[in-house]
């Protein structure tokens, strides 16, 4: 077997270097490739890779990949891959300080099977089961221990904190310790008020010390969480050996061989990987890659039952190619804030839609920052930055455009669009800084713009004969309710601002 893999290896390379690209572009089945290349040997069947496989463009990752960070879009897909299949429960295995499951704790009726020692001692600790008492290097913590069980989740949350100025001792580490004493009192008082959801969490829940395993046997919906998180790790061995924990919480181990293969029929189970390759799952949306690694396939949600709806593949990227673009009917509403999306794009995409909307111009340029506007299946219109190249200003509105101007004062909903500070997010993390001022021109004889009349500000002094200059400010809107119900406000009134 191993040496046919390696005579077929031999015969994919002389068809290589004795035909075109454009040869191998003529081939659409499997079966035409095998005849081209002559292949006929008997090789081994295609491995399935293990369900915790990483980055497969990273050597060591692609056996053994690192715990999935939290990310609100992932939690959203996730979200709705599980509405689209009427799920009304979902199972959480192996927590990362529970933040899916403070995601879904208003949504859905909530179980945790924890197999991280540091997350279960939370669990002890805001349930009366465990006190602690600190000692050694974290003595100074006891002056603010009221033994209470929401300032003992506190002072546990605190210590995670201090686990890298701890666990080893030099100078610098003891100036910033220093510095940490002098506000603790503050700090941990806001530690306990922001940490009341995560109590109402775990003393409400359902609460399992378990494996996957034994959620399988228990739960039909079930989100597992793959990995270990270091940090974690250090902070419960800090807490352990800084306090009078009598006994260590051991850490449960799972079977991850065929797992997939060994569901029950009913089971629906949801997993996020860095893998595009894992064949024995469903992929239910993907995401670019939020590290922004160089050498990165994405990020993928999988699920082991198709879906039910095939545009949810796309429905949920951060970033995207290309978009079934649908244009919308003159008379669509727009009044669902759940339909609308801002999606980020790639510049081909946008350059793509310039040319066959924008008529006013003869040539368009290709955006920095692209992005488009969605309802639903319905592409309304897009808008892209650039760099400015006025002062004081941090971008440059190279476009905006809507796909229909049938659709009443679509043209401003575009512009709404972009004062949401969903976009600001974008940019400001785009571009390392916090993202305020754009400036945008109108390429007019006339004395207004009446697109951007009452949206934008006209700045006179950067103003010429071919074209008006305006400012918008970012972040005016906060949901996307708000952008719809000003759309809605500016339909009654019927006015141009």
């Known amino acids: 077997m191993a040496m046919n893999c390696v005579y077929s290896t031999y015969r994919m390379f002389y068809y290589a270097i004795n035909h075109t690209l454009n040869d191998f572009q003529l081939l659409h089945t499997y079966e035409e490739f095998k005849k081209v ?10 491995l399935i890779p293990l369900l915790y496989q990483g980055n497969p463009y990273n050597a060591i990752e692609t056996f053994q990949t690192r715990p999935i960070a939290f990310n609100s879009k992932q939690a959203s897909a996730l979200y709705e891959a599980m509405k689209e299949h009427g799920h009304k429960e979902v199972c959480i295995v192996n927590s990362f300080l529970y933040n899916y499951e403070l995601f879904f704790m208003d949504k859905m009726d909530v179980s945790i099977f924890s197999q991280d020692p540091y997350c279960h001692l939370l669990y002890l600790l805001s349930n009366g089961k465990m006190s602690l008492t600190y000692n050694n290097s974290l003595e100074w913590l006891e002056q603010f221990n009221n033994k209470t069980p929401s300032r003992q989740l506190a002072l ?9 100025f701890c666990m080893s001792q030099s100078a610098r580490n003891d100036a910033i310790l220093d510095a940490i004493k002098y506000k603790a009192k503050e700090s941990i ?28 046997d228990g739960k039909k919906v079930i989100y597992f969480n793959y990995g270990k998180d270091k940090f974690l790790k250090r902070a419960f061995k800090l807490i352990r050996e800084n306090s009078d924990m009598e006994s260590d919480i051991p850490v449960i181990r799972n079977d991850y061989y065929e797992l997939v293969e060994r569901l029950p029929k009913d089971t629906w189970f949801y997993f996020i990987s860095n893998s595009p390759y894992l064949s024995n799952m469903h992929k239910v949306a993907i995401f670019n890659s939020s590290g922004g690694e160089r050498w990165s396939a994405g990020r993928y949600l999988y699920c082991n039952k198709p879906c039910i709806n095939s545009q949810s593949n796309t429905s949920y990227s951060s970033s ?22 801002i999606l980020k794009v790639k510049p081909g995409y946008l350059k793509g839609l310039q040319k066959k909307y924008v008529k006013k111009v003869d040539s368009v340029s290709s955006s ?27 971008l440059f509105q190279l476009t905006d455009f809507c796909t229909n101007n049938a659709i009443p004062k679509l043209s401003k ?22 993202v305020e001022k754009v400036i945008s021109c109108a390429y007019t004889h006339k004395p207004v713009s009446m697109k951007y009349r009452g949206v934008y500000t006209k700045v006179k002094e950067h103003c010429t004969s071919s074209y008006l200059a305006y400012s918008g400010q970012l972040g005016v809107y906060s949901s996307y309710k708000e952008v719809i119900e000003k759309y809605h406000k500016l339909l009654e009134n019927g006015q141009r601002k």
Do not use: W
């Open 320 to 341: 995207i190619d290309t978009v079934d673009e649908i244009v919308p009917p003159d008379d669509l509403g727009i009044d669902n804030p759940d339909a609308l999306r």
């Open 189 to 216: 008082e806001y530690t306990e008020k922001s940490s009341e959801r995560l109590m109402s969490l775990l003393t409400t829940c359902e609460y399992h010390r378990g494996s996957l395993q034994e959620a399988i």
């Open 368 to 394: 920095t920052y692209p992005f488009v506007v969605m309802y639903g299946k319905y592409t309304l219109g897009g808008f892209g930055f650039t760099l400015p190249q006025h002062n004081g200003y941090d």
């Open 156 to 164: 546990a949350l605190y210590a995670k904190g201090l686990q890298k």
């Open 37 to 46: 290349t002559g292949l006929k040997y008997e090789t081994p069947k295609e």
């Open 413 to 434: 909903f575009i512009l709404y669009c972009i004062q949401t500070k969903e976009v600001q997010r974008i940019l400001s993390r785009s571009m390392h800084k916090l």
